[in-house]
């Protein structure tokens, strides 16, 4: 959707490092969603932001949304192999539930 | 907890047939979503349902697509007749209020031929 940017659409980093994946919308957010998603299978809910400045934090996974309720970033720390597949930002841009995702991120981590 | 549980996993069908896809969501939650997913378009809803009663179906494609939800814990996406086109994973997902994190189903994979 063009209402929701995610950037990079791939990504590959070695096991350990760092890394951030980043979601931006034209619209004020009501609500983002982050989810995970593994090759034929659905998608695993992981955080939901809905305040400005906002940041949550699961295992080494952290997701901030910005003070504009624009952007949101997640990050991982120390990435691991069972960090790999793809990550999708959802966003709640109307207040009625109906989520826009993005393309998705799709996360290689090399050992 | 049973999660969000979708019929068929897989279907494989000629173009021209009905495809009649399940979904019984979460126990308890009365929101419903369906969602289809394209390498090409991504992950876009299709319809969802408030307590039963289909809220917005705006992102249904055409009038071949038709969804119901009969009662809480049962809904059906219905593709009548099925085209090649309409190839794509279908999920179903499953909220328990108003603003409160959807839950997807593992999702059944369409080939239309």
Redesign the interface.
Known sequence: SQELEQSPQSLIVQEGKNLTINCTSSKTLYGLYWYKQKYGEGLIFLMMLQKGGEEKSHEKITAKLDEKKQQSSLHITASQPSHAGIYLCGADTTGAQKLVFGQGTRLTINP | DAG?IQSPRHEVTEMGQEVTLRCKPISGHN?L?WYRQTMMR????LI?FNNNVP??DSGMPEDRFSAKMPNASFSTLKIQPSEPRDSAVY?C?S?LA??????????T?LLVL
């Open positions: 969000v929101s979503f991504g992950l876009e809803l969802y809220i917005d999920f997902a909220s108003h603003q409160e994190t959807q839950y997807f189903g593992p999702g994979r």
